[in-house]
Structures are given as C-alpha cells and as structure tokens.
C-alpha cells in the first residue's frame, strides 16, 4: 500500500520565447508516481506559460519544490528561489545542466538546499521519499546515502556517489505531460521552422556517443534507446490525446542506429501516424553523407520534414577541433548534396569566436553559407560559449576564472561576445568573428525575406486567412 501524499511543485523558471515542453520534469512526475513508495501530487508553475511560482507556491503549499535549470534559466532560477524562500519552508531542490556541471559551486551559493546531478529519475524519486520521512526537514544522514545528489552537512558540501542511469529506458513511463499548460505548449509554432503546426516533443532516446567541445549532456555519453515499439506506443498517445500535426524529435542523434530508426519509420507508416504528422530531427553530417538514399528516403516517407545540423566550419582544422576527428566539411557538403537530391530540407548552425580560428577560417565558413545559400532552409551562426560542463570550459580552465555569480549577472547569450578576460577569450580573433557574424546576419536577413516570411504567410493564411489579410494590411498601410 501506498504511503503518504507527497505534495510537489515543479518550477520551470525563464521567460521569453521558448516553445519547448520542459519535458525532464515530466519524466520525474510519472517515474515518481510509476516507483516511489508514496502517493504524489506534482504541480508545474512555468513561467514560459506565463505562471507566477510564487503565487502558485502560495496556493498550492508543496512539500517539495523542484527546480529544473539550464545554465541560460540559472539566473532567473535563483532569483525566484529567493523569493520563494520568503513564502515556504519546503526543501528547495534544483537539477538540469547548470546544477550537473557545478553542483558543489550550487550548493556553496546557498539558493538551493538539494541539487540533483545528471540524469534524475532515480535519485529524484528517493530522494522525495527520503525527505518525507523526515517530515521534510534536510537530514544530512539519511541523504547521504542516495546517489547522484549534493547539499550541504554541518559546513560540509557533500556529493554523494554518482547517480544510477536507467540502462532499459522503455522501464521509464511516459512523461507525465498533464503537467504541462497545454494552452500555451499546444498552441501552433513554429518549431519546425517555416511549418506551423501543433506540435509537442518526443524524446526517444538519450545519451550521444560523440565528444563535441561545446556540448553537455545530463544523460552521459552513453548512447540508450527506446525500442521502436515503445516510441510507436507514446507517438499514437499523443496523437490520440492532442490531435497533433507536428512532433519535434528532440534526441541528440535520433539516426544513430539505422535499424532502429527505419523501424520506427516503418510502424510510422503502418499505424497510420506519418501521414498525420510532420517531424524534424537532428542529423549528424558523417552519418547522413555515409548512409543509404533509402534510409533518408524512408524516413522522409514517415514524415520527416527537415533536418537540423550543427555544421560548425568550414575549416577542417576548426570543425575537428570542436567535433573531433570523425567528421569533415567534405560530410557536411555531401550532406547538403545528398538532402537536396532527395528533396529534404537543410537547416543548419555554425560557429565562430573559437579559440584560434583565424580571420580565414571564419571567412571559410561564410563562403560555405554563401554557397550553399539556396540549399539550406535555414542557417545562424553563433559564438561559441564555454558553458560549464563542457570539454571546452575545462581546457580553458574556466573553474578557476569564472567567479558563480557570473551565471547570475550576465545573460549567455550565443550571439554575444562571452564577457570574462580569460585564456578563452585571448585566443579569439573577435575582429574576424564579429565580421563572420554581420555578414552571415545580413544573409540570414535576406533567406527569412526570401523563404521564411513567405512560408509563414502561406501557412498564416491557411490557418486564419482572414485575420493575415487584416494584419498584412494593416502593416501595409501603417495602421
Ligand atoms: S553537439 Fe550533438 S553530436 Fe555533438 S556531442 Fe552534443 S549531442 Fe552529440
């Protein structure tokens, strides 16, 4: 039987333009609710929706609060936690990117009582059910002893084992998605770009077997699937509840395994579910310049609609150094060529103000984007920035640089210089970055007016021909 009802709220904490469904607390909600030994009810206040976590803190009077943080939110993430602080005595607990990469460094700045490092539905769900044994109060004995987390004992900051990753994922329940203001996440975008739809995410498997400088992952390296049958099962749900047109596969390399990815498309096919939705992916240019027509061709068939890249360079010398050996400008030309040549759309990023890249190098990259100006749907290009975590912060040595309230202070921005004097920035042609950028803006400019505006139109006008017509208009006329 069943114990206690355990009250807890999620804070999603941002604000701005951000369509994608917080979906890692999904998951901690149904992990929660499928094997913790306790009754729970879980809240989400997200403020992309609009919601007021205090206000709903107020209301609501949860046990725990959760809080879910890249490194972007982190600021706005602390300030909320200030706040809620004033209003409730509940354990403040935070996990995500930020608290991963630097958990003992959350801790230590006082915010957060609990920090949940990594991949978190194990050590969530003890974690929960540990507290509540304590009446909620923070006892260091008892936390010691459930992996993956850290917070502080008697002056002490304590990180505890590294927590336990889920080997079979297809163990973990669908994300509990009634968390989510479906008012807001369910209403048409542009997600996949140039495409309104109504859309939601789907995550199908977790974890990236390659070694980007730039990257950092909650889920490891560790590449796990979900089996084919268990996306198809998830994917019909959704298309029954939410009568969807769109669903973003959000995975760090959905095409990874070919078989398996052929044999979700295939089940796409069979129950009837591509022809009812449109799907963008992340692609890989050393696997898609190296893989079969048919494999592209069969997913296209399924309803993929375009897919993303992180091109990077044009330099070998720079796209290595941030990608690593196994990928090369000639993949991301023969990408380009292979998607044109099958009728996919390209879309793709690029990246300039790495340590070392020469004026050159950069100018490489944007002849690559003038070049390929038709063929690709859509293109930015962006400053690399040393996140916490990742490969490049460590070469840098960013630990011993970066004081924590910089996370705090300054709004990351990727298309902004990265703001600390450091071995980082010294390497950095910014002159020839900041060139790179305006003129990859101006092209960007000239494609949104070319390609984006008009699809949007005509998307606009299918949806609610008569509110386009006004507001075009309108705009016309300056009204
Ligand atoms: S950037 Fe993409 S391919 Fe590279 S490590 Fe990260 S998830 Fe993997």
């Known amino acids: 039987m069943r114990g206690r009802e355990i009250k807890i709220l999620f804070v999603n904490p941002g604000r701005g333009i951000y369509d994608m469904p917080p979906l890692g607390v999904c998951y901690l909600s149904s992990y929660l609710k499928k094997y913790g030994a306790n009754t729970y009810k879980t809240v989400l206040a997200d403020e992309y929706a609009g919601h007021n976590p205090v206000k709903v803190v107020r209301q609501f009077e949860p046990d725990i609060i959760g809080f879910s943080s890249a490194t972007a939110q982190y600021q706005r993430a602390t300030d909320l936690a200030r706040k809620i602080r004033r209003v409730s005595d509940a354990p403040l607990v935070i996990g995500g990117l930020h608290p991963t990469a630097l958990p003992e460094q959350v801790i230590r700045e006082g915010f957060f009582d609990i920090a949940v490092v990594s991949e978190a539905e194990r050590s969530f769900t003890q974690l929960v059910d540990a507290l509540s044994e304590s009446d909620f109060a923070l006892d260091g004995g008892a936390l010691r002893d459930i992996p993956g987390i850290a917070f502080k004992s008697d002056d002490e900051i304590v990180l505890t084992q590294p927590p336990n990753f889920i080997d079979d994922l297809d163990t973990i329940p669908f994300p509990d998605r009634s968390l989510l203001d479906l008012k807001h996440y369910l209403r048409r975008n542009a997600a996949i770009r140039s495409m309104i739809t109504r859309n939601t995410t789907l995550m199908t498997s977790r974890g990236c077997p390659f070694r980007c400088i730039y990257c ?61 939705l449109k799907w963008p992916c992340y692609g890989r240019a050393n696997i898609v310049s190296r893989s079969e027509d048919s494999f592209i061709n069969l997913l296209k068939q399924a309803g993929m609609a375009q897919m993303e890249f992180g091109f990077e360079s044009a330099s070998k010398r720079v796209l290595q150094f941030l990608k690593g050996k196994g990928v090369t400008p000639e993949d991301n030309e023969a990408t380009l060529d292979r998607l044109a040549r099958l009728d996919v759309r390209a879309l793709a990023t690029f990246l300039t103000g ?33 996140y916490p975590g990742t490969k490049v912060w460590e070469m840098y040595h960013m630990d011993d640089i970066i004081s924590p309230s910089l996370w705090r202070n300054y709004k990351i921005g990727l298309n902004k210089r990265f703001p600390v004097d450091s071995e980082f920035t010294r390497n950095i042609d910014y002159e020839a970055a900041d060139k790179a950028v305006n003129e990859v803006l101006s092209m960007m400019v000239r494609k949104q007016k070319l390609t984006y505006n008009l699809r949007f139109l005509r998307d606009r006008l299918r949806i609610a021909p008569l509110d386009t017509v006004k507001k075009v208009a309108a705009h016309f006329l300056g009204l």
Do not use: W
């Open 216 to 276: 950092i992952s909650v889920h490891r390296r560790k590449l796990r699937e979900h089996s084919p049958e268990y996306v198809i099962e998830e994917m019909q749900s959704l298309v029954r509840d939410y009568n969807l047109e769109g669903l973003c596969i959000i995975d760090d390399t959905f095409i990874f395994h070919a078989k398996r990815a052929s044999r979700i498309a295939e089940l796409m096919l069979e129950k009837g579910i591509a022809q009812r």
């Open 354 to 386: 790495v340590p070392t890249e020469t004026a050159e190098e950069s100018r490489m990259t944007v002849e690559f984007i003038r070049r390929n100006f038709d063929r690709l749907a859509y293109f930015e290009i962006l400053y690399l920035v040393p």
